[in-house]
C-alpha cells in the first residue's frame, strides 16, 4: 500500500505542520510519497531528510530576524521574505542549520514541490531529479508568494507560490499511484477561505502577470473546492485530513513566538490522528 502525505503551508501557519511531521518522525511513520506547497514543500523535504526539530527552529528563531523577512529585504532586492537567506544561506551545507542533502537523496521516499509559472499560470511540479547539494531553488519558487516576492526565476521561468496553481494537490497524490494520503492543513477544515488580501495582491501584479492575478483572485474557491473533495475522500477513508482546530493568533506572516510555540504544540498533538487512522487502514 503506497501511502502519501500532502502538506499545504500556509506562511508562518506552516508550524502546525512541522508538529505534526516532528511527531511522524518520532513514531517512526513512513510515507511513500510526500507533496508539498509553498511552505509545506520546506516541512517536508526536511522530514524526508530525516532531521526532527530543523523546521522548528526556523519558524521560531530564525523568522525573527530581519535578513528573513521584512520591509529592509523590500527596499534592497524587491522581496519581502529573503529567500535566498533562508533556503540558501542557511540551508546550504556551510549554512547555520543545513539541509542533510546526501540523507534526502538516500531516503526512498518521492517527493514533489509544486510551484506556479508566473507567466502562463500552469502548475509545476518539481522532484527530487531537480535537487541538488546547495541548490534548492523549487523551495524557493514554491514560497514566492506574489505581491510580497519578486517571481522566482529557475532556468529563465519565473514561478510564483504552487498554492496558486494547485493549492491542494490530493489528486495529484492518487495520480502518483497513492492508496491512502494524510492531508495536512494549516487552517481549521471548516472555516471556509476568504479572498481577503487575495484581490489586493492579485492587484499589485496584474499588469505584470494578469495569468497570475487572475489565479490568486480564485485561490480561495478553488481551494475550499479541493478541501470539499478531500472530504469526499475522507468518507471513502483514503484520506485522513489532518487541520488545528484554531491557528492560535499566527497567520501567513505573523510573528509571536508564544503563538507559533502553541500551534506547534497542537500540530503534534494532532498527529496522533495519523497513527489512528493508518492502524484502521492497513
Known amino acids: 500500500m503506497k501511502t ?160 496558486l496553481a494547485d493549492p491542494v494537490p490530493i489528486q495529484k497524490a492518487f495520480e502518483l499511484g497513492c492508496d491512502r494520503v494524510v492531508l495536512i492543513l494549516s487552517r481549521p477544515v471548516s472555516v471556509s477561505r476568504k479572498p481577503g488580501k487575495d484581490l489586493t495582491l492579485a492587484k499589485l501584479i496584474r499588469r505584470r502577470y494578469p495569468v497570475s492575478a487572475e489565479k490568486i483572485a480564485r485561490r480561495a474557491e478553488v481551494y475550499n473546492a479541493s478541501v470539499e473533495v478531500a472530504k469526499e475522500y475522507e468518507q471513502m477513508g483514503k484520506v485522513c485530513i489532518v487541520a488545528p482546530e484554531d491557528t492560535d493568533g499566527v497567520s501567513t506572516l505573523s510573528r509571536k513566538k508564544e503563538n507559533l510555540e502553541k500551534l506547534y504544540q497542537r500540530g503534534y498533538r494532532d498527529g496522533a490522528a495519523i497513527s489512528r487512522w493508518l492502524e484502521h487502514t492497513t
Open 4 to 163: 502519501g502525505v500532502v502538506d499545504v503551508g500556509g506562511g508562518l501557519r506552516g508550524i502546525y505542520g512541522v508538529g505534526i511531521m516532528d511527531y511522524c518522525m518520532d513514531q517512526g511513520i513512513h510515507f511513500d510519497c510526500c507533496i508539498g506547497v509553498s511552505a509545506g514543500s520546506a516541512n517536508l523535504i526536511t522530514y524526508v531528510a530525516g532531521q526532527r526539530g530543523r523546521c522548528k527552529e526556523y519558524y521560531s528563531n530564525y523568522t525573527f530576524r530581519k535578513e528573513y523577512m521584512g520591509f529592509g529585504n523590500l527596499l534592497r532586492t524587491g522581496s519581502y521574505i529573503g529567500l535566498d537567506y533562508i533556503y540558501g544561506t542557511l540551508s546550504n551545507s556551510d549554512g547555520e542549520y543545513p539541509l542533510d542533502y546526501p540523507a534526502l537523496m538516500a531516503n526512498p521516499a518521492e517527493l514533489y514541490v509544486v510551484a506556479e509559472n508566473a507567466i502562463t499560470g500552469d502548475v509545476k511540479y518539481f522532484s527530487k531529479a531537480d535537487v541538488r547539494q546547495d541548490d534548492y531553488r523549487i523551495l524557493m519558487a514554491s514560497c514566492c508568494i506574489p505581491g510580497v516576492d519578486k517571481p522566482y526565476v529557475i532556468d529563465k521561468t519565473p514561478y510564483f507560490d504552487g498554492a
